[in-house]
């Protein structure tokens, strides 16, 4: 495979890239490649290099929702963490895809611009987060997302704007492997920002006290059934503290799915096969997964 377009465009890349190093929950097999454009124009050029070498590429941001299969992924991984900036100008902040979410609320308070506090101290990226509609605490990416700029999976530009309907709980109306360049939030005018600061903070504060940041993760595994918890359902079924193959039911919350030391994928995957097929037969409820996959799992 030529990497000659990579090259030119001086784009930082790493062949056969070990993704346990970078994904959140510490697992994962290797990428035939792996790149991180800085710009817009890289990322472009990103996007012409794949394309000319007829391989399959996929995007991501922190990778804190990504489980990575442990035979790796062979294409093109395009790491957008290093796409960043923000601007704002009135009420409307716009950011790129590779800013972190929680810088993207400081800077928006220090601006005097409110309504994203709830989601503080979720750990991905303004891409990622809008490609799931993260959420917390009964806010949404999509409560304040006025559009995205993305490439569509023929490589056209096309803005996305706020249609109401578009998003719902955990999902965008963006297609995989369709890449967000960039995200533009309306929020709320604020004269005094005090409030909004020890908000977020609080938040953030409550995620750490509640033993999240533990163990690697990914965050919660299932999404929550409509009017109930899935956390709570796996608690009743008695599977808090479960270990799998160094894959564990987290002690802190029952929701999340931890590598407890030495999981591999394949370990968490099967930990999540065996909690669904659990709470099907105790309690007749499908659970789905709200993570996402990447690559082959047996
Ligand atoms: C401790 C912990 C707590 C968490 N708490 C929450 C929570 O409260 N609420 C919540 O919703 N989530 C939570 N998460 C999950 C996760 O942080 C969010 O879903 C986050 O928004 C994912 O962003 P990311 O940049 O890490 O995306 P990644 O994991 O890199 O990617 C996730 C998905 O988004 C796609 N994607 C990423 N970037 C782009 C882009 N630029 N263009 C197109 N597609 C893209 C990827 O292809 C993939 O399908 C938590 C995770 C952890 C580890």
Known sequence: MS????DRDDIEYTRDYDLSGSSAIRTGGRAAVAVWPHSYFQLESCLECAAS??????????????????????????????LRGIVIKGDLLTAYAGESLDNVINRAIAHNLAGLEELGGIPGSVGGATFCNAGAHG????????????????????????YSDAFSY?????????????TAFRLTPER?????????????????EGGQYKYPSLGCFF????????????????FRGFEHKGAMVSPYHANFIVNSGNATSQALYELGEIVRN??????????????RFLGKFD
């Open 139 to 162: 806010k949404e990416i999509s409560s304040y997302f006025f559009y995205s700029d993305y490439i569509t999976l023929d490589g056209r530009i096309r803005r996305m704007p706020a």
């Open 278 to 291: 659990a709470i099907a037969r105790k309690f007749n409820i499908e659970l789905e997964y709200e993570i």
């Open 192 to 208: 005094l920002t005090a409030q909004a600061r020890q908000k977020k903070e609080r938040f953030r504060t409550q995620r750490i």
């Open 223 to 238: 999404r929550n059934p409509p009017l109930l918890s899935a956390g709570k359902l796996i608690d009743e079924a008695g």
């Open 170 to 182: 955990r999902t965008s109306p963006f297609k995989d492997g369709e890449t967000i360049i960039c």
């Open 53 to 82: 070498s007829g391989m399959d590429f996929h995007p991501c941001g922190n990778m804190t929702n990504i489980l990575f299969s442990d035979h790796g992924y062979d294409g093109m991984l395009i790491c957008l963490a290093k």
């Open 3 to 6: 990497f000659g377009i990579l």
